[in-house]
Each structure stands twice: as structure tokens, then as C-alpha cells.
């Protein structure tokens, strides 16, 4: 009998699977890489060939250019591969765009990483899909009962009634330029707002591919003020990337009010030192409810913890009478936060 850790087991490169000879999202350059999603952290350049699903790909090629990679394979979701011997498939996450689980089986023995997912609802990716299996490997962003995050419709409206309360004032949201801001802007729009929607330019090209992938962010310009008038930003919502607002193009606008989407928002102390007026506590990773009840959900043989709080969740596992353990990988940061 294959046991997990013959299948697949933690390298210094990243996850590795022996008898198909592939890492899951290195973190150095390999020979062969199987890519959960296009998060920086995740998908690395450099690796000779690439399997991801169609718009990972695409995302890639977005930032890092088409050379990324020596060759490429698209993966086509639910379809099953086999890779010497071992069978891999792609399944939902409901991450961000093109967003991937990834099971790798053989011998009966099927473990599937999850990369990163959540199971809250988004209009910009396919929602989370549960793969049953043997072994689980969850990430753990927010693996803390401290962590249980609001819907993202409910803090948009409060973005929105911000805009109504203070008309003069140009509202300039952080948010990561993958998956965070294009569903910030979508969650606007679906909520009725249709009204022109600034961006920082480093998010364009990433707003422009999810339109060509029919999600539709409405009236998108561009947030320049030179040789402009200041005042048409007044009581508009402005998006950007975090390291934006850091620097002195947040101050060109009018009277800004600092806002940041993120699951990190539910820290006070976090807010406070960002500078961030309206804290909006919307998350690309699944809370402590999601985690928890995704794993009883799937009842796996064992539990693998990565990237994020192990603790609690392997400890939590272990009062259920679960075997889990914590990874310990490294190179893996909470960018689509």
C-alpha cells in the first residue's frame, strides 16, 4: 500500500511528488511544475514546463511575460492526466481566477492540495469544489477561531454608504492586483454602483483579461490627475494596489479616505497601522468556519496544515481524533489576502 508521503511530501523546492517526478507550486525553478493559481507566491517563473489551468496560464504570461516558462500544458478542469503513472486533476478553488485544487493519485491513494481557496461566494472565479480524498492539504491563512469574516456584499455596501456620506471625499481602496481588486470592483457593480471606477495603472492589464473572460467591471479610467481636474474624484471610489497608497500618488487626490479589502482587516492593530479609515474585511481565504467545515465536509484519512496558522487546525483536528500535521513549507505569503 502507497503510503501519503511516498506520493507526494515537502522539499525544500515545494511539495514533490517522487513517482511523477513534479513539484505543486515550487518556490525555486524544477523541471516540472503543476501551478494552483497565479498569485506571485505560488506561480514562480523560471520552471522548464508548466501545467495550470487555462487562465493561470494566461495570468502568467500577464506578469511575467510569455517566455515564463520552456513549454506549457493547459489543464483543463476535471480532466484526468496521467504524469508517469500518476493520475493529477484540477478542481475549483474559489480563490481567484483560474484558481485550482490539485488531486494527485496512484495506487488507490488520493491526496489533493488545495493551493489556496475559499467558500465564500465571488462573481469573479468558480466557486470552491470539494474533491474527496484520502489526504487533505489546506492552507491556513486564517486558521484561527478568531477569524470569521463578514460577506463581501456586506462590506461593499459600507463602502457605498461611505461614498454617500462623505461626497467629497475621493475613497482610495487597497486591494491586491489578482483576484482582490477585480472582485472589489464586481461586487460594486452588482450591488448597483455605476458610477466610473478609478484604477492605479500597475491593474489594468489584470482588469482588462478578466473583462476579456466575460466579468463584466463597467466603466474602468484610469486614476490620473496630471493636467486633470482634482475634483472629479471627489466621492469617488478609486482602487489600487496597496504599495500604492504608500507612496505620494495617494496624496494627489482629494481629501483621500483610506480604505484596504482584506481578511487581515479584522485586526484592529493592523487598520490602525496602515493608516486605513475603512477597514473592508473582505478575504480571498477561507475563515475558521470555511476551513473547519470543509475538512469534516471531505473527511479525509488526514489532514496536511500549510502556509498560514497550523497550529490551531492540526489541534483541532487532533480533539476530533483526526491525524493532521503541520508542513512547515516556506515561501508561501498571504498576497491574495
Not at 516540472?32 to 501545467?51: E, K, S
Not at 487555462?54 to 476535471?78: H, K, N, P, S
Not at 470592483?185 to 473583462?211: F, M, T, W
Not at 479610467?221 to 497608497?245: N, Q
Request: with cysteine.
Amino acid at each position: 500500500m502507497l503510503r501519503p508521503e511516498d506520493l507526494l511530501r515537502p522539499t525544500p523546492e515545494g511539495l514533490y511528488c517522487p513517482p511523477g517526478d513534479f513539484h505543486i507550486d515550487p518556490v525555486k525553478p524544477v523541471a516540472r511544475a503543476l501551478i494552483t493559481h497565479g498569485h506571485a507566491d505560488h506561480a514562480r517563473p523560471g520552471n522548464t514546463a508548466v501545467m495550470a489551468t487555462a487562465e493561470t496560464l494566461d495570468i502568467m504570461a500577464i506578469r511575467y511575460g510569455e517566455d515564463f516558462c520552456e513549454t506549457r500544458q493547459v489543464a483543463v478542469i476535471g480532466e484526468r492526466l496521467d504524469i508517469a503513472g500518476v493520475t493529477v486533476s484540477f478542481h475549483p478553488a474559489g480563490h481567484v481566477l483560474g484558481s485550482a485544487q490539485i488531486a494527485v493519485e496512484k495506487g488507490g491513494l488520493r491526496i489533493v492540495a488545495s493551493g489556496d481557496y475559499k467558500r465564500s461566494s465571488d462573481p469573479t472565479c468558480a466557486g470552491f469544489e470539494p474533491v474527496p480524498c484520502d489526504v487533505f492539504i489546506t492552507e491556513a491563512t486564517f486558521g484561527l477561531p478568531v477569524f470569521r469574516h463578514p460577506t463581501g456584499q456586506a462590506e461593499i455596501i459600507r463602502l457605498i454608504r461611505s461614498t454617500e456620506q462623505f461626497p467629497e471625499r475621493a475613497h482610495l481602496v487597497g486591494a491586491y492586483a489578482l483576484g482582490k481588486a477585480q472582485r472589489v470592483i464586481k461586487l460594486l457593480r452588482d450591488e448597483g454602483y455605476d458610477r466610473p471606477i478609478y484604477i492605479h495603472g500597475a491593474l489594468k492589464k489584470l482588469c482588462d483579461y478578466y473583462q476579456t473572460q466575460g466579468i463584466d467591471l463597467g466603466d474602468l479610467r484610469p486614476a490620473t490627475v496630471e493636467g486633470g481636474d482634482k475634483g472629479v474624484f471627489a466621492g469617488a471610489v478609486i482602487v489600487g494596489t496597496p504599495s500604492a497608497f504608500a507612496d505620494k500618488w495617494a496624496r494627489r487626490f482629494p481629501d483621500p479616505l483610506a480604505c484596504f479589502a482584506s481578511g487581515w482587516m479584522q485586526v484592529r492593530q493592523r487598520a490602525r497601522q496602515r493608516g486605513v479609515e475603512l477597514p473592508l474585511i473582505i478575504s480571498d481565504h477561507g475563515d475558521w468556519d470555511e476551513l473547519t467545515e470543509t475538512i469534516a465536509e471531505l473527511g479525509p484519512s488526514e489532514v496536511w496544515v500549510t502556509h498560514g496558522r497550523e497550529e490551531a487546525l492540526v489541534r483541532w483536528c487532533a480533539l476530533r481524533g483526526l491525524p493532521a500535521r503541520p508542513l512547515h513549507l516556506v515561501g508561501y505569503e498571504d498576497e491574495g489576502d
